[in-house]
Protein backbone atom coordinates (compact mmCIF):
# COMPACT_ATOMS: atom_id res chain seq x y z
CA UNK A 1 0.00 0.00 0.00
CA UNK A 2 1.15 3.66 -0.86
CA UNK A 3 2.10 5.18 2.12
CA UNK A 4 -0.55 7.87 2.29
CA UNK A 5 -2.18 8.70 6.08
CA UNK A 6 -4.85 10.75 6.30
CA UNK A 7 -6.32 12.52 9.62
CA UNK A 8 -8.39 13.28 11.41
CA UNK A 9 -10.24 10.04 10.20
CA UNK A 10 -13.60 11.58 11.63
CA UNK A 11 -14.65 14.67 12.43
CA UNK A 12 -17.71 16.56 13.26
CA UNK A 13 -18.10 20.16 12.99
CA UNK A 14 -20.24 23.29 13.34
CA UNK A 15 -21.35 25.78 10.15
CA UNK A 16 -19.40 28.22 10.11
CA UNK A 17 -16.21 26.96 11.64
CA UNK A 18 -12.99 26.12 10.05
CA UNK A 19 -11.61 22.84 9.24
CA UNK A 20 -8.04 21.65 8.56
CA UNK A 21 -7.86 18.10 6.73
CA UNK A 22 -4.04 16.81 7.14
CA UNK A 23 -3.06 14.50 3.94
CA UNK A 24 1.05 13.22 4.93
CA UNK A 25 3.10 10.67 2.12
CA UNK A 26 5.98 9.44 2.33
CA UNK A 27 6.42 8.28 -1.15
CA UNK A 28 8.19 11.56 -1.98
CA UNK A 29 5.50 11.45 -5.31
CA UNK A 30 5.54 14.63 -6.82
CA UNK A 31 1.37 15.03 -7.59
CA UNK A 32 -1.10 15.42 -4.46
CA UNK A 33 -4.65 15.91 -5.17
CA UNK A 34 -7.90 16.41 -2.64
CA UNK A 35 -11.25 14.71 -3.70
CA UNK A 36 -14.63 14.22 -1.84
CA UNK A 37 -17.00 11.23 -2.89
CA UNK A 38 -20.96 12.06 -2.46
CA UNK A 39 -23.11 9.83 -4.02
CA UNK A 40 -24.47 9.57 -7.13
CA UNK A 41 -21.42 12.09 -7.99
CA UNK A 42 -18.36 9.37 -7.45
CA UNK A 43 -15.14 11.05 -7.04
CA UNK A 44 -14.81 15.33 -7.80
CA UNK A 45 -11.53 16.58 -7.97
CA UNK A 46 -11.19 19.64 -5.36
CA UNK A 47 -7.71 20.93 -5.83
CA UNK A 48 -4.31 19.35 -6.75
CA UNK A 49 -0.55 20.49 -6.34
CA UNK A 50 2.18 19.47 -8.60
CA UNK A 51 5.12 20.72 -6.21
CA UNK A 52 5.88 22.22 -3.04
CA UNK A 53 3.85 25.61 -3.37
CA UNK A 54 2.48 24.81 -6.49
CA UNK A 55 -1.41 24.14 -6.60
CA UNK A 56 -4.04 24.45 -8.79
CA UNK A 57 -8.08 24.40 -8.75
CA UNK A 58 -10.22 21.07 -9.46
CA UNK A 59 -13.74 20.96 -10.96
CA UNK A 60 -15.57 21.78 -7.28
CA UNK A 61 -12.92 23.97 -5.81
CA UNK A 62 -15.53 26.58 -4.27
CA UNK A 63 -15.28 27.31 0.11
CA UNK A 64 -11.90 25.09 0.16
CA UNK A 65 -8.32 26.16 0.03
CA UNK A 66 -4.92 23.96 0.57
CA UNK A 67 -1.59 24.69 0.86
CA UNK A 68 1.63 22.44 0.27
CA UNK A 69 4.71 23.89 1.97
CA UNK A 70 6.67 20.32 2.54
CA UNK A 71 6.96 17.66 -0.18
CA UNK A 72 4.62 15.25 2.03
CA UNK A 73 1.90 17.24 3.47
CA UNK A 74 -0.89 18.63 1.58
CA UNK A 75 -3.55 20.30 3.61
CA UNK A 76 -7.07 20.91 2.53
CA UNK A 77 -8.71 24.09 4.39
CA UNK A 78 -12.98 24.48 4.77
CA UNK A 79 -12.76 28.30 5.91
CA UNK A 80 -16.26 28.44 6.97
CA UNK A 81 -17.69 24.59 6.71
CA UNK A 82 -21.37 24.76 5.51
CA UNK A 83 -23.37 21.48 5.74
CA UNK A 84 -23.16 20.97 1.47
CA UNK A 85 -19.48 20.35 2.50
CA UNK A 86 -20.54 17.07 4.46
CA UNK A 87 -19.16 14.09 2.60
CA UNK A 88 -16.07 12.14 2.70
CA UNK A 89 -12.86 13.60 1.61
CA UNK A 90 -9.85 11.26 0.27
CA UNK A 91 -6.17 12.12 -0.63
CA UNK A 92 -4.22 10.94 -3.50
CA UNK A 93 -1.00 10.59 -4.79
CA UNK A 94 0.58 10.05 -8.44
CA UNK A 95 4.29 10.17 -9.35
CA UNK A 96 3.17 11.17 -12.39
CA UNK A 97 0.32 12.54 -14.81
CA UNK A 98 -1.04 10.79 -17.39
CA UNK A 99 -1.19 7.50 -18.13
CA UNK A 100 0.12 6.63 -14.30
CA UNK A 101 -2.42 6.19 -11.59
CA UNK A 102 -3.71 7.65 -8.52
CA UNK A 103 -3.13 5.85 -5.03
CA UNK A 104 -5.53 6.97 -2.05
CA UNK A 105 -6.03 7.25 1.39
CA UNK A 106 -8.08 6.10 3.51
CA UNK A 107 -10.61 9.17 3.58
CA UNK A 108 -11.77 11.48 5.89
CA UNK A 109 -15.57 11.67 7.27
CA UNK A 110 -16.48 15.03 7.72
CA UNK A 111 -20.02 16.21 8.94
CA UNK A 112 -20.91 19.80 9.23
CA UNK A 113 -24.02 19.82 11.72
CA UNK B 1 -21.48 17.79 -16.40
CA UNK B 2 -20.48 14.11 -15.65
CA UNK B 3 -17.67 13.36 -18.33
CA UNK B 4 -17.76 9.66 -17.27
CA UNK B 5 -21.10 7.45 -16.93
CA UNK B 6 -21.87 4.36 -15.31
CA UNK B 7 -25.12 3.79 -15.79
CA UNK B 8 -25.87 0.80 -13.59
CA UNK B 9 -25.83 1.70 -9.74
CA UNK B 10 -25.82 -1.74 -8.83
CA UNK B 11 -24.70 -5.50 -10.34
CA UNK B 12 -25.31 -8.83 -8.62
CA UNK B 13 -24.11 -11.78 -9.77
CA UNK B 14 -23.46 -15.33 -8.63
CA UNK B 15 -19.91 -16.92 -7.70
CA UNK B 16 -18.35 -18.21 -10.39
CA UNK B 17 -20.25 -16.24 -13.30
CA UNK B 18 -19.02 -13.28 -15.10
CA UNK B 19 -19.43 -9.71 -13.69
CA UNK B 20 -19.61 -7.15 -16.85
CA UNK B 21 -19.43 -3.61 -15.54
CA UNK B 22 -20.28 -0.57 -18.51
CA UNK B 23 -18.83 3.22 -18.76
CA UNK B 24 -19.51 5.44 -21.41
CA UNK B 25 -17.30 8.69 -21.21
CA UNK B 26 -18.06 12.32 -23.74
CA UNK B 27 -14.69 13.92 -23.84
CA UNK B 28 -13.18 12.93 -26.92
CA UNK B 29 -9.65 13.87 -25.69
CA UNK B 30 -9.67 11.10 -22.59
CA UNK B 31 -6.90 9.07 -23.52
CA UNK B 32 -6.71 7.27 -20.27
CA UNK B 33 -8.59 4.71 -18.40
CA UNK B 34 -8.56 3.11 -15.63
CA UNK B 35 -11.05 1.05 -13.09
CA UNK B 36 -10.74 1.48 -9.07
CA UNK B 37 -12.08 -1.04 -6.50
CA UNK B 38 -13.10 0.71 -3.35
CA UNK B 39 -14.45 -1.61 0.08
CA UNK B 40 -16.17 0.23 2.51
CA UNK B 41 -14.27 2.75 5.01
CA UNK B 42 -11.49 2.44 2.55
CA UNK B 43 -10.03 4.48 0.15
CA UNK B 44 -10.25 3.52 -3.69
CA UNK B 45 -7.66 1.07 -4.44
CA UNK B 46 -6.23 0.98 -7.87
CA UNK B 47 -7.54 -2.05 -10.51
CA UNK B 48 -6.93 -2.28 -13.72
CA UNK B 49 -5.77 0.38 -16.88
CA UNK B 50 -5.98 0.53 -20.50
CA UNK B 51 -4.09 3.46 -22.62
CA UNK B 52 -6.54 4.82 -26.15
CA UNK B 53 -3.87 2.75 -28.27
CA UNK B 54 -5.40 -0.39 -27.26
CA UNK B 55 -8.52 -2.22 -27.11
CA UNK B 56 -7.65 -4.48 -24.50
CA UNK B 57 -5.66 -5.05 -21.05
CA UNK B 58 -6.11 -8.50 -19.46
CA UNK B 59 -4.48 -8.76 -15.50
CA UNK B 60 -5.59 -11.85 -13.75
CA UNK B 61 -9.22 -12.40 -13.83
CA UNK B 62 -10.10 -8.74 -14.73
CA UNK B 63 -9.99 -7.49 -18.10
CA UNK B 64 -10.80 -4.00 -19.42
CA UNK B 65 -12.07 -3.61 -23.18
CA UNK B 66 -11.89 -0.24 -24.86
CA UNK B 67 -14.39 0.68 -27.81
CA UNK B 68 -12.98 4.25 -28.60
CA UNK B 69 -15.06 5.02 -31.47
CA UNK B 70 -18.56 4.13 -28.90
CA UNK B 71 -16.56 6.32 -26.37
CA UNK B 72 -17.57 2.91 -24.35
CA UNK B 73 -15.32 0.63 -21.88
CA UNK B 74 -16.07 -2.78 -19.92
CA UNK B 75 -14.84 -4.09 -17.15
CA UNK B 76 -14.87 -8.13 -17.19
CA UNK B 77 -14.65 -10.31 -13.87
CA UNK B 78 -13.77 -13.66 -14.23
CA UNK B 79 -14.92 -15.69 -12.44
CA UNK B 80 -16.52 -13.18 -9.80
CA UNK B 81 -15.47 -14.14 -6.14
CA UNK B 82 -16.86 -13.34 -2.66
CA UNK B 83 -13.96 -10.98 -2.09
CA UNK B 84 -14.67 -8.86 -5.32
CA UNK B 85 -18.42 -7.38 -4.00
CA UNK B 86 -17.26 -3.73 -3.84
CA UNK B 87 -17.58 -0.31 -5.50
CA UNK B 88 -16.32 -0.30 -8.51
CA UNK B 89 -15.42 3.23 -10.14
CA UNK B 90 -14.62 3.83 -13.85
CA UNK B 91 -11.84 7.01 -14.44
CA UNK B 92 -10.68 8.63 -17.45
CA UNK B 93 -7.83 10.99 -18.04
CA UNK B 94 -6.79 13.39 -20.91
CA UNK B 95 -3.32 12.51 -20.41
CA UNK B 96 -2.75 15.22 -17.93
CA UNK B 97 -3.75 15.27 -13.54
CA UNK B 98 -7.09 15.32 -14.50
CA UNK B 99 -8.84 12.35 -13.46
CA UNK B 100 -12.91 11.95 -13.77
CA UNK B 101 -14.61 9.50 -12.19
CA UNK B 102 -17.96 8.11 -12.87
CA UNK B 103 -20.91 7.33 -9.81
CA UNK B 104 -19.60 3.63 -9.06
CA UNK B 105 -21.32 0.35 -9.65
CA UNK B 106 -22.02 -1.65 -6.46
CA UNK B 107 -20.81 -5.13 -6.76
CA UNK B 108 -22.51 -7.49 -4.89
CA UNK B 109 -21.40 -11.32 -5.64
CA UNK B 110 -24.20 -14.39 -4.18
CA UNK B 111 -22.35 -17.24 -2.96
Known amino acids: DAGITQSPRHKVTETGTPVTLRCHQT?????MYWYRQDPGHGLRLIHYSYGVKDTDKGEVSDGYSVSRSKTEDFLLTLESATSSQTSVYFC????????????FGQGTRLTVV | DQQVKQNSPSLSVQEGRISILNCDYTNSMFDYFLWYKKYPAEGPTFLISISSIKDKNEDGRFTVFLNKSAKHLSLHIVPSQPGDSAVYFC??????????FGAGTTVTVRA
Open chain 1, 27 to 31: ENHRY
Open chain 1, 92 to 103: AISVGVGDTEAF
Open chain 2, 91 to 100: AASPNDYKLS
